[in-house]
């Protein structure tokens, strides 16, 4: 078990990273203002589930290996930033198609959970955290180091699928104030598409491995 004092530490450090604009909260933003506050959530939540798998990488010491790997790293970072990229243009050529909190047509569930999935297991960033941060607060004589690693990873977990949850609900609500207008409505679907093209752009340019 992580020490109580490494873990309350650990959770103000991980609410002050989370709180700064990132990755996550740009897709999250974006995906609220294309498609509303229940995709917005869906997309938190799937995204939030996509750091699991990595977490489980990091906590058996594998995830430090792909952290030193400039190809497998870069790999990771390419497919994310051009799935984002995809999204993007999806929602721009859809932009004037209703949304379900538009029509009442129903979106399926599970398509946006796998679409944040997907972007949160192929963001390099979230491997590169949980590899240079997580460790800094292990106590190395308290126990299992996975074991206090995943506990770390669960904390993060839960604080970023609760912040990017309220992202999601203001952006969605501030996009509802729009929806009496379906050129608004198409405009902002547009902005928010932008917004994850633009976004798959910054994640391929930066953060290179040397």
């Known amino acids: 078990m992580v020490p109580p ?5 650990f959770a103000i ?6 709180l700064l604009p990132g990755p996550s909260i740009l897709f999250v933003i974006g995906r609220s203002i294309a498609y509303g506050r229940i995709a ?8 939030a589930l996509g750091m699991l798998p990595l977490l489980t990488l990091v906590a058996l010491g594998v995830g ?13 970072k390419i497919v994310g930033a051009g799935y984002l990229v995809y999204l993007g243009i999806q929602a721009i050529r859809h932009r004037n198609v209703p949304a ?3 029509s009442g047509a129903p979106r399926s569930a599970w398509r946006l959970l ?9 963001n390099p ?19 299992s180091i996975p074991l206090q690693l995943g506990e770390l990873g669960l904390v993060f977990f839960t604080l970023a699928l609760i912040c990017d949850s309220c992202w999601a609900l203001a952006a969605g609500t501030a996009r509802a104030w729009f929806a009496t207008s379906p050129k608004r ?26």
Do not use: C
Not at 66 to 75: H, P
Not at 114 to 122: D, N
């Open 5 to 9: 004092a490494n873990l309350g530490a």
């Open 13 to 18: 450090a991980a609410i002050l990273l989370i």
């Open 40 to 47: 917005g959530v869906l997309s938190v939540v799937g995204n």
């Open 64 to 76: 430090a290996l792909v952290a030193e790997s400039v190809v497998i790293f870069t790999i990771i």
């Open 100 to 102: 379900a909190e538009d």
């Open 114 to 122: 796998a679409e944040g999935f997907v972007v949160g297991v192929t």
């Open 125 to 143: 960033k979230t491997i590169a955290f949980f590899v240079a941060v997580l460790p800094q607060f292990v106590d190395y004589h308290a126990g």
């Open 185 to 210: 409505i198409a405009r902002l679907r547009a902005t928010g598409g932008g917004m994850m093209i633009g976004l798959g752009g910054v994640l391929l340019f930066t953060g290179s491995k040397q």
